[in-house]
């Protein structure tokens, strides 16, 4: 058998003011989407699930960004028709699994993932699987799901199973060959926004629970929550189910209603408190801690670049410094011009910065400091939890320690939240030896940190990420979204 692999993977923010182009993504093909085989990703999954099973994986193409704003419309063209050729060129195919967002958009296409789903059916023809997996913050709709004979969120926010999911739709297609069975999807939309949640706690690991469970009824083949992703205006924004089943397709849909329903009656779990960053940095002094305790993490959730924000606000480093905070450091702040100052200066020197605040007001202003530069890095690191085995480049990075000291701060070059400890120990710094560790990211942090923390405290000021979702403008949305609009009502029948 030979099972074809590609995909383009982006979280398409709309309310980010600069295109994404082409220089933006990253792209693998051939032996490089090979090599990702000991990786723990989506492309990676599917690599190593056709080799544990003497499937021969055939890379095609697979590329994605940082997310951020519309992808320009010739990029993805080009993209698009580098997979269309590549599959049309590579000869008897048994299966493709795709590897796609769910969010993506496109200047003149609001469902990046619909289209190309169709448009890969149209090559392969109807008896070719074509399989498909996805991040859980997709904005799917059943359109899509029917171009596809499988729909595989991962269950997890942090990903911790991209990897997992890719091996089951593999498995899928390997099924649907040997086995003959004839997969039936279904999908309900509900009408909320969800902010950013975690199934590491409560609620969202009570209710990841509720799918998995009903994942073990008999004929059942998987069950995607899709959470959906709110930092985008496309008629399509919500919350969805997706269930996919063995040929029985009232099946499908009354276990994706079901869910669906429960999901709307508890909407009022999911809407967080929100903490301004002088309030967040209030409530970490506050709490109890005694060396040998683990890091007290403070967390950015509105700057972070995993939804498109450009990660170089400065209200919580700020605020951090305002408070007057010892033992602490910030991993980190994107501010290619410090990190380049700091490289030129060299390791020992004190030098005049205005570190971040570049991007726009939204995030803050510049904070004018003057800094010795403790150790410098070219950035190049291999992530450890979420992600495990694949490297990451954030560009030269530079540890700087303000004048009076209190918070070191770590600068990088590229766009990145922070996923684990990595950029830390780059530059020397054992996290397990600090009060307050900050960072930027909304959750996937947490698998790499939320089991050495001490405690974790969310800081949501200004920025283009935020928890409070009903500031962004709607004009595409075709009807009520929770909790924008209060008055949205949701019932699904049938």
Request: with cysteine.
């Amino acid at each position: 058998m030979r099972i074809a692999i590609a995909g383009i993977s982006h979280e398409t923010n709309t309310y980010c003011t600069a295109p994404t182009r082409r220089e933006d993504f990253h792209e693998l093909r051939g032996k490089k989407m090979l090599e990702t085989a000991d990786q723990e990703s989506d492309v990676g999954g599917a690599v190593a699930a056709c080799m544990d099973v003497d499937v021969e994986p055939v890379p095609v193409l697979f590329v994605s960004a940082q997310p951020s704003g519309v992808i320009e419309r010739e990029t993805y063209e080009a993209f698009k028709d580098e997979i269309l050729h590549g599959l049309s060129d590579s000869g008897s195919l048994d299966g493709v699994v795709l590897c796609l967002h769910g969010a993506g958009v496109v200047d003149g296409i609001d469902d990046l993932e619909g289209d190309l789903a169709l448009a890969v059916r149209e090559v392969m023809g109807p008896d070719v699987p074509v399989v498909a997996t996805f991040d859980l913050h997709g904005n799917v709709t059943q359109r899509m799901a029917d171009a596809l004979n499988g729909v595989f969120a991962c269950h997890h926010y942090p990903h911790i199973d991209l990897h997992e999911r890719a091996r089951e739709a593999v498995e899928l297609i390997v099924a649907i060959r040997r086995q003959g069975i004839r997969p039936a999807t279904a999908v309900t939309s509900v009408p909320m926004l969800m902010p950013t949640t975690t199934t590491f706690i409560e609620p969202g690991k009570e209710w990841l629970g509720h799918m998995l469970a009903a994942e073990q009824e008999p004929g059942v083949i998987d069950v995607s929550w899709f959470h959906g992703f709110p930092y985008t205006d496309v008629a399509h924004v919500g919350t969805s189910v997706v269930v996919t089943t063995d040929g029985n397709r009232e099946q499908a849909r009354r276990i994706s209603r079901e869910l669906a329903n429960a999901l709307w009656k508890a909407r009022h779990r999911f809407k967080p408190a929100s903490l301004s960053a002088a309030e967040a940095v209030a409530e970490a002094e506050r709490l109890p801690w005694q060396p040998g305790d683990g890091p007290i993490i403070l967390q950015e959730t509105s700057d972070n670049c995993g939804g498109g924000a450009p990660g170089d606000g400065t209200h919580l480093l700020r605020a951090m410094l305002d408070a007057g905070l010892e033992q602490a450091c910030f991993g980190f702040i994107v501010d290619p011009e410090t990190a380049a100052a700091a490289h030129a200066a060299g390791v020992g020197a004190t030098i005049e910065v205005r570190l971040g605040g570049r991007t726009d007001d939204l995030h803050g202003e510049p904070l004018p400091l003057s800094v010795y530069v403790k150790s410098l890095h070219d950035g190049r690191i291999t992530l450890q939890a979420m992600f495990r085995g694949a490297p990451l480049n954030l560009g030269p990075m530079a540890r700087l320690i303000p004048e009076g000291g209190g918070v070191e701060i770590i600068v990088a070059s590229r766009r990145s939240q922070t996923f684990d400890p990595e950029p830390f120990l780059a530059l020397g710094m054992d996290v397990m030896r600090y009060r307050y560790v900050a960072l930027k990211s909304s959750n996937h942090f947490r698998a790499g940190f939320q089991s050495i923390a001490s405690a974790i405290v969310t800081a949501d000021p200004p920025g283009l990420t935020t928890h409070h979702i009903e500031v962004f403008p709607r004009q595409r949305s075709t009807r009520p979204l929770w909790p924008v609009d209060e008055r949205a009502t949701f019932e699904a029948v049938g």
